[in-house]
């Protein structure tokens, strides 16, 4: 009898590491597409990954998070914010924390 795709990647994932898992999961967002909710605009914010509808750079919610800020502190904050866009936020983040961590870095200042 014949696996189907299902059945053939759940045996696969039973032998998976969390890392190997943790791969899959950011393919398969990235093939849904699932960081909707964030834009990238030419001219707005250097053109990085920002909220929709908003000018609120990504990095600037993942460093307030990293600085200790929880999402209701950022919702208090940042009143256009709704609590999707920060989840949306999260989850680019974990697609795409490459990106994020270098406009985190590009964007401190230097004493």
């Not at 696969?12 to 899959?24: D, F, G, P, R, Y």
């Not at 919610?61 to 920060?86: C, V, Y």
């Not at 994020?100 to 870095?105: K, S």
């Amino acid at each position: 009898m014949l696996m189907t795709a299902i059945q053939q990647v759940e045996a696969l994932l039973s032998m998976m590491s969390v890392e190997e898992k943790t791969q899959i999961m950011r393919r398969v967002q990235k093939e849904l597409h699932i960081s909707s909710g964030i834009e990238k605009t030419p001219g707005v914010c250097g053109g990085r990954a920002c909220i929709v509808r908003t000018r609120i750079p990504v990095w600037s919610l993942i460093e307030s998070r990293q600085l200790g800020m929880t999402d209701d502190d950022l919702l208090a904050s940042f009143p256009s914010l709704t609590a999707n866009d920060l989840e949306n936020a999260w989850n680019y983040y974990f697609l795409f924390p490459d990106e994020i961590n270098a406009d985190i870095l590009d964007n401190q200042f230097v004493v």
